[in-house]
């Protein structure tokens, strides 16, 4: 029978890199890697260092299809990547997409370039699950399958990003992450990508007071999260991207804070599954 359940799974909720030290566990530590369920299609966005977990349990499961979804290829969205165990089965069917990047092959180039001598003693030819690489142009609208629509726009990052929108079964849910706003501008591209989506994952790296100090680091706020999700009508938004040395009481105190400006706000923690 087909399912029609819209789940959310969070593998790893950190941007930056890695974190891990006392005072900062309740949120996790593993960074960027979300897995969406659209009945049994699974769609994956980035492969931050959570991306190894989510590899464990697929291994152990039935699945055999998967469809990896890049934002963009900065460490904390791709250092999963090697240690992910279904490449190394051969019964699983991998597409790998970005649309980022220009150039033929873009995917598959960054891909190669990112697993090699000196960095990792072995390249993507020894994976064993059968591969395919995938570009795409931001805006393009990617046909996952015949019930899964997913569409595309660019984000305002050093060397550019992918937001998605995931549509399926009259639901939509979307992974904005990791873009830069203007402070007091709005972004018009983001506002109408979002509009009345069901869940919005937006990079909350930094909080207004901190925004002056690293706005051209390429990403933004929890309380511009909250300005565009409310101004587009959306349902529920996660915090996402959190800072790596923020600890867990900042993040409590981010989450009773945005909790009185939307009510449908939240912080993301690693291993939290969500039905939209
Ligand atoms: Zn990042
Ligand atoms: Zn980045």
């Not at 791709?78 to 051969?90: E, M, N, R, V």
């Not at 591209?189 to 869940?199: G, K, N, R, V």
């Not at 105190?253 to 449908?264: H, V």
Request: aromatic content about 14%; hydrophobic content about 35%.
């Amino acid at each position: 029978m087909t399912s029609d359940a819209f789940l959310v799974r969070f593998w790893g909720a950190r941007g930056e890199g890695y974190s891990s030290f006392p005072g900062a566990s309740a949120y996790g530590g593993n960074t960027c890697c979300v897995e969406m369920r659209c009945g049994d299609d699974i769609l994956v966005f980035d492969a931050g260092s959570g991306f190894r977990m989510l590899g464990s349990e697929l291994c152990c499961g039935p699945d055999t299809r998967l469809n990896l979804f890049f934002s963009h290829f900065h460490y904390d969205h791709i250092s999963g990547f090697p240690f992910f165990a279904p490449f190394f089965c051969d019964r699983f069917q991998i597409g790998i997409w970005s649309g980022h990047l220009s150039g033929k092959n873009a995917t598959r180039n960054a891909i190669h370039d990112y697993m090699r001598h000196p960095f990792f003693p072995v390249g993507p030819e020894v994976f064993s699950a059968d591969i395919s690489y995938h570009d795409f142009t931001q805006t393009d609208v990617i046909a996952a399958s015949d019930r899964i629509s997913i569409k595309t726009c660019a984000l305002n990052h050093q060397g550019g990003g992918t937001g998605y929108r995931v549509e399926f079964n009259g639901k939509s849910v979307c992974y904005v992450t990791d873009t830069a706003h203007i402070a007091g501008k709005t972004d018009e591209t983001i506002l109408s990508f979002i509009e009345a989506a069901d869940m919005v994952i937006y990079d909350a790296t930094y909080t207004d007071e901190e925004f002056p100090e690293f706005s051209h680091f390429g990403h933004s706020t929890w309380e511009e999260g909250v300005r565009l999700c409310k101004a587009a009508g959306v349902g529920k938004f996660g915090i996402f991207h959190h800072r790596q040395t923020r600890t867990d009481v900042e993040l409590d105190e981010i989450a009773r804070l945005t909790k009185i400006e939307m009510p449908g706000s939240f912080v993301v923690c690693e291993g939290e599954t969500l039905e939209i």
